[in-house]
Nanobody
Framework: QVQLRESGGGLVQPGGSLRLSCSAS????????MGWYRRSPGKERELVAS?????????IYADSVKGRFTISRDNGKSTVYLQMNGLKPEDTAVYYC?????????????WGQGTQVTVTS
């Protein structure tokens, strides 16, 4: 099993910032892609940002967060971060960490439990 532990969610006013963290643990051989998804009430889960490090570093951002959010990864700690600046009420959601890679027993595609982000005045 590959476990993902998220932290950093909370309540913030519009325009504020939060930094989410997600650490992976388990019998991991490699982590190819780590990402953040979110689900708002009444909406489907959507990709917020992802980072792939199989050949250089490649990032993907949802259009709605470009220029405000930054994803980064500490390979030595198997940790991915999401720096969220300029938060808006529409960013309110449960944010989930995802990791895809290879474990000793095969390929994995794992999810964290989620962390709540609430943006309100």
């Amino acid at each position: 099993q590959v476990q993902l532990r998220e932290s950093g969610g909370g309540l913030v006013q519009p325009g504020g910032s939060l930094r989410l963290s997600c650490s992976a643990s388990g019998t991991i051989i490699s982590i190819n892609t780590m990402g953040w998804y979110r689900r708002s009430p009444g909406k489907e889960r959507e990709l917020v940002a992802s980072i792939t490090t199989t050949s250089g570093v490649s990032t993907i951002y949802a259009d709605s967060v470009k220029g405000r959010f930054t994803i980064s990864r500490d390979n030595g700690k198997s940790t991915v971060y999401l720096q969220m600046n300029g938060l808006k009420p529409e960013d309110t959601a449960v944010y989930y960490c995802n990791a895809i890679g290879l474990a000793v027993w095969g390929r994995y595609d794992s999810w964290g439990q989620g962390t709540q982000v609430t943006v309100t005045s």
